[in-house]
């Protein structure tokens, strides 16, 4: 472990000059310093503090990245700025400049970088006031959401292929075609279930470092199963364009697989059933509910 020197001069480099824009008064982040090499050096000792303080910063943290967008973001137009903004409720992104700053992993494991943060917000919010932690992000918020801007206002890239477009192709072919265009993955799990059918689930990213999303659909084949799971997601994202864009973008450490709420009244039909199969099939699934409720 190495002394917290880096992190005293970062703090008192942020907040030199810096006043409270409510009451005019100088924002000494050198009061929270003790505190803040507690939480670097795991000093912090009573679980129910540290939440306290995790509770707080995230909740700072979101207040001032609002403030932040109010003063610095306000010639933008309101709705772009908003649906971007989202991408930042768990600012993962945000965190790793700013513990890049203060060489956080000299002090913890980077499994541990989050939850470091928030508390060191927490205890900036607490002691120094909301404008300490509006300086402590400040910096690096603005020059990501600087790239956010820019991105979302440059030349868009081709929509995502379109349901109505191209009919005669596979749909797999179609959502390899799109995840493969954008360096992202693409696997499927496969398995038979009752009534001789088989349930494909698509798990695939946008882009390699990208959250995962998933669809899944049950049909008499792999094949077919994979082709109407492939319709459904190229047809979601064809209707809903944000959460495409919003599936590009890179996150920090592993993310949850996000899985389309796509209804199954909404779901693609692209095979017609052979009515004898069908028929076979539902009779077996109807026998297999009775001994169960024997």
Known sequence: MKDTDTVEKFILITFSRVKDSHHGRPVYGAAAIPLL????????????????????????VQNAIHMILDDRFDQYDYDQVSLIAKRYTVPLQLYKPIGEHIDLKQYIRPINHKETLEIMCGILARYCGPTAVYKFIEEDFVSLFNQDISKANSPREPNPPSSSAKQDDSPSKLLNEMVQAKNGTLKTEEHEVEGENWRVNIVAKLSE?????????????KKKAKAEA?????????????????????????????????????????????????????????????????
């Open 37 to 60: 090499e507690n939480a670097l050096t795991g000093n912090i000792e009573q679980e129910v503090e540290k939440r306290k303080l995790v509770d707080i910063g995230k909740s700072a």
């Open 209 to 221: 470092k990208a959250p995962s999303f998933s669809h899944a659909r049950t049909s008499a084949s």
């Open 230 to 294: 492939s319709r459904d997601i190229l047809t979601y994202f064809d209707s809903n364009k944000d959460v495409y864009e919003r599936l590009q973008v890179p996150v920090e450490g592993e993310a949850d697989s996000h899985v389309l709420p796509i209804r199954e009244n909404d779901y693609c039909h692209l095979f017609s059933f052979d009515l004898a199969k069908d028929l076979k099939r539902n009779t077996v699934l109807l026998k297999s509910k009775e001994n169960k409720w024997q």
